[in-house]
């Protein structure tokens, strides 16, 4: 059973081009992340929401949007792709919004040509 | 703003070593540092959390220890077995500044290869 699940695995697109990148947990938990590693391998957070509402917003392009249904969906959309946009996109969760451990998705690797 | 160092960046060991992998961080107003363990393809996997109230977190073979004041954590791994082989990233979460909670600022991580 998959704690936190992300799809697609993998996603090559086209410059300008938009997609999402879908993510869900069954764990029961309250927070909800999307963090980006780049080509170097640095993770960096991107956004997080707890209990449905963003509660960090890093500085990322407004192409970004996030959106959770609900508390076991965090999705993320992008519009207008660029090729400096290609990286893997970690989906995470975690009981609370501090202090607790974090439960990463596989990932996504997204190419943009 | 919240840095954190890892050294080294790679290390390769026969099986059986015990090894010691390090971690620094600039800002010392933490709530917590953890450790994670990344393999090729895959997501992070948690290995300890540390409170900020805490010297140390053992799980297993691992040992992860903090130091908050001089802003270190090392994490211990005894009797190395390939299966081990991975990155290892080390993360803290929170800095004097409001814009370091609720997020974890990641290292770049080790590169561990333990060799059979």
């Known amino acids: 059973d998959t704690a936190v699940s992300q799809t697609p695995k993998y996603l090559v697109t086209q410059m300008g081009n938009d997609k999402s990148i879908k993510c869900e947990q069954n764990?029961?938990?309250?927070?909800m992340y999307w963090y980006k590693q780049d080509s170097k391998k640095f993770l960096k957070i991107m956004f997080s929401y707890n209990n449905k509402e963003l509660i960090i917003n890093e500085t990322v392009p407004n192409r970004f949007s996030p959106k959770s249904p609900d508390k076991a969906h965090l999705n993320l959309h992008i519009n207008s792709l660029e090729l400096g946009d290609s990286a893997v996109y970690f989906c995470?969760?975690?009981?609370?919004?501090?202090?607790?451990?974090?439960?990463f998705g596989n990932g996504t690797r997204l190419t943009v040509t | 703003k919240q840095e954190v160092t890892q050294i080294p960046a790679a290390l390769s060991v026969p099986e059986g070593e015990n090894l010691v992998l390090n971690c620094s961080f600039t800002?010392?107003?933490?709530?917590?540092l953890q450790w994670f363990r990344q393999d090729p393809g895959k997501g992070l996997t948690s290995l300890l959390l540390i409170q900020s109230s805490q010297r140390e977190q053992t799980s297993g073979r691992l040992n992860a220890s903090l130091d908050k004041s001089s802003g270190r954590s090392t994490l211990y791994i005894a009797a190395s077995q390939p299966g081990d082989s991975a990155t290892y990233l080390c993360?803290?979460?929170?800095?004097?500044?409001?814009?370091?909670?609720?997020?974890?600022?990641f290292g770049k991580g080790t590169l561990l290869t333990v060799n059979p």
């Open positions: 800002d010392s107003a933490i709530y917590n």
């Open positions: 995470a969760s975690s009981q609370a919004r501090y202090n607790s451990p974090l439960h």
């Open positions: 993360a803290v979460e929170g800095g004097r500044k409001s814009s370091s909670n609720y997020k974890l600022t």
């Open positions: 764990l029961g938990h309250d927070t």
